[in-house]
């Protein structure tokens, strides 16, 4: 039941950020112009539109973070990379995300 209110109001998420200091990659799937506009320092922007003919220049030896505006892009995106064998977490919002970087 904790991990349903951390979720929901924003707790700290200790997977997320082990994941991110052990060199997870931090992909954002918002759209060029969103990104321009402020992201997660060291994220690679590949907007979800782009994701699916995109996956050949991805890696399957390290785990992925997925993030956008709100977390339902992302959520979308681990769906798409975890069907092609990627290990994919959804870090939900970029600004969320953001918390975990050092």
């Not at 994941?19 to 969103?34: H, K, N, S, Y």
Request: charged share 25%.
């Amino acid at each position: 039941m904790l991990a349903f209110f951390k979720k929901l109001f924003g707790g700290k998420n200790e997977e997320l950020e082990r994941l991110i200091q052990e060199g997870a990659v931090i992909i954002d799937v918002r759209t060029p112009g969103e990104f321009k506009g402020g992201h997660v320092k060291g994220a690679i922007n590949i907007p979800l539109d782009k994701l699916s003919s995109s996956t050949g220049k991805l890696k399957k030896d390290k785990p992925i973070i997925t993030c956008c505006a709100s977390g339902m892009r992302s959520g979308s995106a681990k769906g798409m990379l975890s069907a092609k064998g990627f290990t994919v977490y959804n870090g939900g919002s970029w600004t969320s995300l953001n918390r975990y970087i050092a």
